[in-house]
């Protein structure tokens, strides 16, 4: 797994256990400012600097910062939202000799430090004061933002009021849903983590590189995962899903179609399937290790009759596209427990209506109703298990926002699924695999060069 991911909530627990540990709190204030300090020296010198500071705990990491900085010599300008209104702001603001100027009445400067609100905020900045940072903000080279960028719910990412683009996000003890979750993740362009002495500790993480494992000496083809594609009359979809199984690292693909087009590679087993029965009797094959439904399935009677011969046998499923629409429309209480669901946005509000709270809220509460693993796609993808485990994949390629790239995706969790029999990390080796090969392919891609890129990404992680 990756870095942990606390929600607000969880961050002051964190912290409430480190001050029941013996640490004192200001000491705490201290480490947050000491080390968000060294990020903006060893990047910016002796440039300029205007340190911004709210009423709270995070105005308080700015004093510090502010005070540390210019021991080093940089010239250092404070503007504060008020009075400081915690203790231990209180005690870092007073350790500050310098003068402190009204935030409204700031000039510019080339560097600047958001200190005004961080892990918490609950309500938008007021227009004033959103108005203030945009202008300071706007001006200045270098920006800097202190755990969050003022104007951020911590645990959904929602964006409360005006927020300005930071050059760099400086995440304080753990990483936090909107570091993760957009639009708030799309408000900085590099995103730092520093140990400020806490042990975070949570079901959630971020999406770490998977580490894959090479065949033993001794596999064959049937041993490394043998994956069955049920398709239909998009027959391009169920190709593209196919030829992401076959790079996936499962050992065969067998592509059920009611027409055996003879499309795609040889590598492919490509079958008829003409009736119901026959996907059914592909099915009793007791070497599979997966089967995948959905993409290019249809949405006729005749789709409807093959995916119920998908639910009925008892491999390990993924069921994308298609599939989840079938399922929202005829019997979303059928899913079968211990799949993967690979939905989007109109997907998941089809199947689940609508679930309250952030988008990982939405991904674990799915998960553990549907009792699968759920991989809820978007520019920030949640992976979600019903036991409550999840992973956030961020700030990847936006050039995945292209026709086919999701059946790429549905074919490589089908593929991982066969060779680990662990949807959850199926699902997260997929993700990561999926994002790696964007990455790999640049700009102005289609799926097709994804899949080409596939066993470079792939050969990465061995």
């Not at 391009?236 to 992401?244: K, T």
């Not at 979600?384 to 086919?404: I, N, Y």
Request: with cysteine.
């Amino acid at each position: 797994m990756g870095a942990p991911v606390l929600t607000a909530a969880a961050m002051r627990a964190a912290e409430q256990a480190a001050i029941a540990s013996g640490v004192p709190e200001y000491d705490l204030m201290e480490r947050a400012g000491a080390t968000a300090a060294e990020i903006v020296w060893r990047a910016g010198g002796s440039r300029d600097t205007l340190v911004l500071c709210g009423p709270g705990n995070n105005g308080g990491d700015g004093f510090v910062i502010a005070r540390i900085l210019r021991a080093k010599g940089v010239p250092v300008r404070v503007a504060a939202l008020g009075e400081s209104g915690t203790a231990s702001s209180l005690r870092a603001r007073a350790r500050w000799d310098g003068p402190v100027e009204a935030l409204h009445q700031a000039k510019p400067a080339a560097q600047l430090v958001d200190a005004l609100f961080g892990t918490g905020l609950t309500r938008g900045l007021a227009d004033a004061v959103a108005a203030s940072l945009e202008r300071l903000v706007g001006r200045a080279n270098h920006r800097y933002a202190v755990d969050l960028p003022s104007g951020v719910e911590t645990d959904s990412g929602r964006l409360l009021s005006p927020v300005p683009r930071f050059g760099v996000c400086i995440a304080l003890g753990a990483l936090k849903p909107a570091h993760l979750l957009y639009p708030a993740a799309d408000r900085f362009e590099r995103l730092v983590s520093v140990d400020i002495g806490i042990a975070p500790s949570s079901p959630l993480h971020s999406l770490a590189p998977p580490h894959l494992d090479a065949p033993a000496s001794d596999a064959h083809k049937y041993s490394r995962g043998l994956v069955a594609v049920i398709g239909g009359g998009m027959a391009g979809a169920g190709l593209l899903a196919s030829r992401a199984a076959a790079r996936s690292g499962a050992g065969a693909v067998r592509r059920i179609v009611p027409d055996a087009d003879g499309r795609g590679p040889d590598a492919i087993i490509t079958s008829a399937a003409m009736k119901v029965a026959d996907v059914a009797k592909a099915l009793e094959d007791k070497r599979l290790s997966a089967v995948l439904a959905g993409p290019g399935l249809g949405r006729d009677d005749g789709a409807w009759e093959r995916l119920e011969a998908v639910l009925e046998s008892e491999h390990r499923l993924v069921l994308d596209a298609d599939a989840l629409t079938l399922l929202a429309d005829k019997g979303p209480d059928q899913l079968p427990a211990g799949a993967i669901l690979t939905p989007h946005e109109g997907e998941f509000a089809r199947l689940f209506g609508d679930v309250p709270g952030s988008k990982i809220d939405k991904a674990l509460a799915a998960a553990q109703r549907s009792r699968c693993v759920l991989v809820y796609k978007g520019a920030d993808t949640v992976i979600a298990a019903p036991d409550g485990k999840a992973a956030v994949a961020s700030r990847g390629s936006f050039w995945l926002s292209t026709a086919g790239t999701g059946d790429v995706l549905a074919g490589l969790a089908a593929g991982r699924f066969a060779v680990t029999g662990d949807p959850f990390r199926a699902a997260c080796e997929a993700v990561w695999l999926h994002g790696e090969a964007a990455r790999q392919a640049g700009a102005a891609f289609i799926a097709d060069d994804l899949i080409e890129r596939l066993p470079a990404a792939i050969a990465r992680r061995l």
